[in-house]
């Protein structure tokens, strides 16, 4: 899915559990991250996975080199 401030986005998929995945996303910066949080087909697939998820983690990173 295109984003403005989005270089990357590729979701993952456990061989072994079909019920356990991630998505990593990167963004040119936290304001990219946020705006990309305020839209509303983000806000729609969060209403809707969310009831869905046992376990929600978000950790964000930064670059260090």
């Known amino acids: 899915w295109p984003n403005r401030g989005s270089n990357s986005s590729s979701p993952h998929r ?9 998505i990593f996303e990167l963004y040119v910066n936290e304001a990219a991250w946020a705006a990309h949080e305020a839209t509303d087909h983000f806000k729609a697939a969060i209403k809707e996975l969310l009831p869905r998820v046992t376990r929600r983690e978000r950790v964000p990173f930064i670059p260090f080199l």
């Open 14 to 22: 456990s061989p072994t559990n079909r019920s356990l995945f991630f």
